[in-house]
């Protein structure tokens, strides 16, 4: 860990790549998946995008949040000369059950699937599982995105045949927790096999640095398939992660660390439509607001270096074998 790569994730020079590179109506005909895209990071990609006329399928627990989410976003651009198509998907990352049915309902409507954004995150309190048992940030964060994105992947290589060379991709969330709270070597297979979160902190970082570790294998599993797999830490946010903390804790994180949420939707937005990222940076780590940089753990690095990151897959595939 390097305290100046935490500084400059904590305190990023000012956004690059914003709302503005997305030229409105430049997605029609493409089609997207968010997912927590009711609140949060999630909302502000959603309300990013919706100027740029593709179709988008906002995931989440609640219907009616979603619901409620997208009519907020129509009230906002009432003269936008061509809308994204909003849609629903029900997807609840804390039952597996819940995962094929989701992907079901978009296929019933889709073909392809141009961008698949893996926003929605779980920050859970000790002694959390999700419904199969699982430690909940490493069930919801890890092993329920990648069955939603495996079970995606048919839709997504009908894209790449029809699109520019490295366009379709795939968006994991990190998080500058990697570098500051993660276990040695980014996971510990014996603690996340206890099943329950032990301490959320720890916990949750390790959730991230697995979603580094899928990014990466992720590359080199889909690159030969044409699919950009990367991870994005989309900053410090004022977000719902937050709720708890007391009235002071939050008046002095808001003061020192803590960004408005669209912040975090501008390294989102750099991670899917930079020409930065061609398939030679498949399985990049992008910093806030949109920077390519490496992960500033040694340990964590090494790690992926000595096949942890396939290890990491390879477990989450036999928690999710029987939800295929």
Excluded at 108 to 124: F, Q, R, T, V, Y
Excluded at 239 to 251: E, R, S
Aim: proline fraction near 5%; charge should be positive; charged fraction near 20%.
């Amino acid at each position: 860990m390097t305290i100046s790569g935490i500084w400059r994730q904590w305190y990023p020079p000012a956004p690059q790549f914003t709302e503005k590179n997305v030229a409105p109506g430049s997605a029609v005909g493409k089609v997207f998946i968010v997912t927590g895209g009711n609140s949060g990071v999630g909302f502000e990609l959603v309300k990013s995008l919706y100027p740029s006329g593709a179709t988008i399928y906002v995931a989440g627990r609640s219907v009616e949040k979603i619901e409620q989410a997208i009519l907020k976003i129509r009230s906002l651009y009432p003269d936008v000369a061509s809308p994204a198509q909003l849609r629903t998907l029900r997807l609840d990352l804390n039952d597996l059950a819940s995962v094929k049915p989701a992907v079901a309902e978009f296929g019933a409507l889709e073909h392809e699937l141009h961008i698949l954004w893996n926003n929605a995150g779980a920050w859970s309190a000790p002694g959390t599982s999700t419904q199969q048992g699982l430690e909940a940030h490493i069930g919801a964060n890890c092993v329920a995105p990648l069955l939603f994105t495996q079970l995606l992947l048919p839709y997504m290589k009908v894209a790449v045949g029809k699109s520019e060379e490295a366009s379709v991709r795939v968006i994991w969330s990190g998080s500058v927790q990697i570098e500051m709270s993660a276990p040695k070597d980014g996971i510990d297979f014996k603690r996340i096999e206890g099943g329950k979160t032990i301490k959320t902190q720890i916990d949750y970082a390790a959730s991230k640095a697995g979603n580094l570790f899928l990014a990466h294998e992720g590359a080199k599993q889909w690159g030969r398939d044409g699919v950009i797999s990367v991870c994005g830490n989309p900053g410090n946010l004022m977000t719902g992660i937050y709720a708890t903390q007391n009235w002071f804790t939050m008046l002095i994180l808001k003061h020192l660390v803590l960004y408005e949420p669209r912040f975090g939707a501008y390294t989102m937005l750099y991670s899917a439509f930079s020409p930065d990222i061609t398939m030679a940076q498949n399985g990049a780590y992008i910093w806030p607001w949109g920077k390519i940089r490496p992960n500033s753990r040694a340990d964590i690095n090494n790690a992926i270096g000595k096949g942890k990151a396939m290890e990491f897959w390879q477990w989450c595939e036999e928690k999710f074998k029987a939800y295929l």
